[in-house]
């Protein structure tokens, strides 16, 4: 979810490894010709029900939405209904696990617009998980900067820009938690990312932070397993649920076969 321009693509495609545009399956999953709506993906519109899927990791089905600015009724609404169905519908193959929210750094003064209250008040996503991604959280160190040079002092100290970066962020974040703690259906947690336009960008802390709010062991699993842009974070939770696992077991059902595929299990791709 978010506005025009947060930065939402851009994630997936770190996520998924790769610089290609996903393809888009419609609601019946019937192939979505995209040259047909560049038009509307241009000015930022997506059908909440289209799936997409890149290439280069189809374990992951998305669903993009855009932004709901005061006035796009219709378009909330849909998306409510959508959310609402896809967080408790049984068929698995339709069920959302997560929603990744994200709100760009770019416009921090004005990170919560009627569109985020609207969301935040009347969405009940149920166990599904909403994190709050502080998107493009780079653009700070210019603020950073312009602070320092508006207190005179030398921009030319990459630590102390740093810090007045981590402390802009830190303020910025707390703002956004001290306003959307009041909602009726807060988010469940909040996670900065900046430089995800570089193609080596880490998305570690985004897998880790999704993976923590997942309350199911089997969907962490799915998660972590699907990803491939990461091998430390399957082999980091193999060892740590596995082990957890083991540790209440008696000495005698412990055996090196079983401890192998209860590793292995989370590392179906390879
Ligand atoms: N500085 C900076 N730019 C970013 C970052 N992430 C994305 N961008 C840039 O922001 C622009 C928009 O990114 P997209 O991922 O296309 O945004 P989107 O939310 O999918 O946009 P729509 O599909 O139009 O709603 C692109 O030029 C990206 O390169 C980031 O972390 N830092
Ligand atoms: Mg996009």
New binding site residues.
């Given amino acids: 979810m978010?506005?025009?321009?947060?930065?939402?693509?851009?994630?997936l495609q770190r996520v998924c490894n790769t610089t290609d545009q996903p393809e888009i399956f419609n609601g019946k999953g019937e192939k979505v010709d995209v040259a047909l709506v560049q038009g509307s993906?241009a000015r930022?519109y997506?059908n909440i029900e289209d799936e997409l899927i890149f290439q280069s990791n189809p374990g992951f089905v998305f669903h993009?939405s855009?932004g709901f600015e005061a006035g796009s009724g219709v378009q909330f609404d849909k998306m409510k209904k959508f959310v609402m169905d896809r967080a408790n519908t049984l068929q698995l193959d339709e069920r959302i696990h997560a929603i990744w929210y994200?709100i760009p750094m770019t416009d921090s003064h004005r990170m919560v617009t009627a569109g985020e209250a609207k969301f935040f008040n009347e969405c009940d996503t149920g166990h599904v998980p909403v994190i709050v991604l502080l998107?493009?959280?780079?653009?700070l160190e210019l603020e950073a900067v312009e602070e320092l040079e508006d207190q005179g002092l030398s921009v030319d100290d990459a630590g102390r820009v740093a810090d007045i970066e981590k402390d802009i962020l830190n303020n910025h974040t707390a703002k956004l938690k001290d306003w959307l703690k009041e909602k009726r259906f807060p988010p469940h947690d909040y996670l900065s990312?900046?430089?995800?336009?570089q193609q080596d960008a880490d998305c570690a802390p985004l897998l880790t932070c999704t993976a923590n709010a997942l309350s199911e062991e089997g969907l962490q699993q799915l998660l972590i397993s699907t990803q491939q842009s990461n091998l430390e974070l399957c082999i980091e939770l193999a060892i740590l649920q596995s082990l957890k696992k083991y540790m209440n077991w008696k000495t005698e059902m412990i055996d090196p076969t079983t401890l192998s595929v209860m590793l292995s299990q989370w590392f179906p791709y390879c």
């Fill in positions: 978010g506005r025009a321009n947060a930065g939402k693509t851009t994630i993906l930022g997506h993009d855009c994200c998107t493009k959280a780079d653009i990312l900046g430089g995800m336009e």
